[in-house]
Structures are given as structure tokens and as C-alpha cells.
């Protein structure tokens, strides 16, 4: 009965020995091949040829635009990312032999899907809304409307609703009312318009006035001169009546001599050299 176990312990030790069992796990970084563990080829590596009972793993680096990012046994690399511009992607990041090319969205855009393959245009917000959240390279604006005492009257993803003009602020009174898209519009007062006026007005007739004063004094103006004055001496006795004539009108020459004559027993004023102007009344 002892012996039956031996039996078979000393043939299970024999068949070991003939037939060994194969490794049933490799390292983190090693790959079995043909009941032996070879190395894995390094990030920015590929692989060559696999390891032999006397050789090991052969690695080669990874050719210009091309990268491997983990550990491998792969036999080539993979290609590095084309941004496209004309989907709205642009390079974030070059590329290397161990990481591929990082895309972002250009500015203004954000990425369509969930693996940014394509970028999408920003969404604006409309006239009565404001933008809430501004888009970024991954999500787009978040808008909201404008609340009372704010308006927006443009569509953009970039502007906030503006707050209405406090024309009290201003010393001026609401002439209507603001909207959640038109401002406020703000007007003087009665009180001030009037204010305004009145010493405007005063300033006018003021200038009126001196005006028509100055016109009115100037020298060099012209006026109008009395007519020619006769005055009638009283008639003497056993004489004819005489009529004297004033030379208001008549010039003096600076250097005429002037002369005093009787006509009549009364005295008449005659220039030297000219005829006298006494006009003597012919009896009727």
C-alpha cells in the first residue's frame, strides 16, 4: 500500500523532468512567445524581430511622423494626427516618436464630438439675450435672456445684456421706456429746457438792441436838413415889407469876408463879392 504512492511521486518527477511546463505568466512589459518571455519594445519604438533562447527582443526608434506611445511588440508605428484647418482643428501640440499630434479647436470654435474630429462655430446669442457662459475649445456659449433693466440689440457670443441708461443719474427724465432690446431714451426737462431757452432768448434781444443802438449813433449817417426858414420883418411906415432868407444850406468859403449892408434902414449880412439874397417884395 506505501508503495503505490511512491510509484507515482517518482513518476511524476520523471515526467516533469522530460516534459517541464511552460511559464504560465510574463512580466508586465514582456510578451510570451514559443514558452519563453521576451521584452516588449519601448514607447517610441517597434519591434524588429522577437527574442530567441540566445537572442533578445529587437527595437528599431520610430521613422519621422510617427509615434508609439506604450510599450509593444508591434512591427510598425502609427502615423501621427493631421489637424485639418478646413474642419476647424488646429495643432495644439506637435507630435513625437512616443506621443501623437495634439489638435484644438481654432479660436471661436468648439469641438463637434466627442473625439474632436471637426471643430463647430461658437452659437450667438441673439437680440434679448446675453451670452451667460463664454464657449470654450470643447463646449459651446450658454446664453440666457435678459432681465428687466437690461437689453441686448445685437447677436453675439461674445457680448453680456447692458444695463439700461439711468437718466436720473443724468439729471434728465425717461422719455421711454427700455426694453430687452433697446436702451432707455432719456430727455431734458420742462423745467430745464426752459433754463435754457430764457437766457438764450435774452441774449438775442440784447444783441438786437445794440445793434440797432450803434446803427442809429454811427457818424456818416444821413439826415434829413430843415428847409430853407424866411422870416418876415414887420412893415414900416412908408416902407415895403423885406423878407430875410438864413444860408444854412449855402457852404462858407473859409476865407470869404463877410459884410453887413443896409436895405430898407434894416441891416442885412452879405458875403463879399456875391449878390445878396434879400428879396424885396414888390408892392402890391
Not at 476647424?88 to 512616443?98: A, I, M, Q, Y
Not at 437680440?127 to 435672456?145: A, H, N, R
Request: charged share 25%; hydrophobic share 30%; with cysteine.
Amino acid at each position: 500500500m506505501v508503495r503505490l504512492p511512491l510509484q507515482c511521486v517518482l513518476w511524476g518527477c520523471l515526467w516533469t523532468s522530460v516534459y517541464p511546463e511552460p511559464p504560465t505568466e510574463c512580466g508586465e512589459n514582456q510578451y510570451l512567445l514559443n514558452n519563453q518571455c521576451c521584452d516588449k519594445c519601448r514607447p517610441g519604438e517597434k519591434l524588429v524581430n522577437d527574442c530567441t533562447q540566445l537572442t533578445d527582443t529587437q527595437c528599431l526608434p520610430c521613422s519621422k511622423g510617427e509615434f508609439s506611445d506604450t510599450w509593444n511588440r508591434d512591427r510598425r508605428c502609427h502615423e501621427h494626427r493631421y489637424c485639418d484647418p478646413n474642419l476647424g482643428l488646429r495643432v495644439k501640440r506637435e507630435g513625437s516618436t512616443e506621443a501623437d499630434t495634439l489638435c484644438a479647436c481654432q479660436e471661436g470654435r468648439h469641438c463637434a464630438g466627442g473625439a474632436c474630429e471637426s471643430c463647430a462655430l461658437h452659437t450667438p446669442c441673439g437680440p434679448g439675450l446675453g451670452v451667460k457662459q463664454l464657449g470654450t475649445g470643447t463646449s459651446d456659449t450658454i446664453c440666457e435672456p435678459c432681465p428687466v433693466g437690461f437689453f441686448s440689440n445685437v447677436s453675439s457670443a461674445f457680448e453680456k445684456c447692458h444695463p439700461w441708461t439711468s437718466c436720473e443719474t443724468k439729471d434728465l427724465v425717461e422719455r421711454q421706456p427700455g426694453t430687452n432690446v433697446t436702451d432707455a431714451i432719456c430727455g431734458f426737462q420742462s423745467r430745464t429746457r426752459a433754463l435754457v431757452v430764457i437766457p438764450v432768448v435774452g441774449v438775442l434781444l440784447l444783441a438786437i438792441f445794440l445793434v440797432s443802438l450803434y446803427i442809429r449813433e454811427s457818424p456818416g449817417k444821413v439826415l434829413k436838413k430843415p428847409k430853407d426858414k424866411a422870416v418876415h420883418l414887420p412893415k414900416a411906415q412908408g416902407q415895403d415889407p423885406v423878407e430875410i432868407v438864413f444860408l444854412d444850406d449855402v457852404a462858407p468859403s473859409p476865407a470869404a469876408p463877410v459884410q453887413e449892408t443896409l436895405h430898407g434902414c434894416q441891416p442885412v449880412t452879405q458875403e463879399d463879392g456875391k449878390e445878396s439874397r434879400v428879396a424885396v417884395q414888390e408892392r402890391q
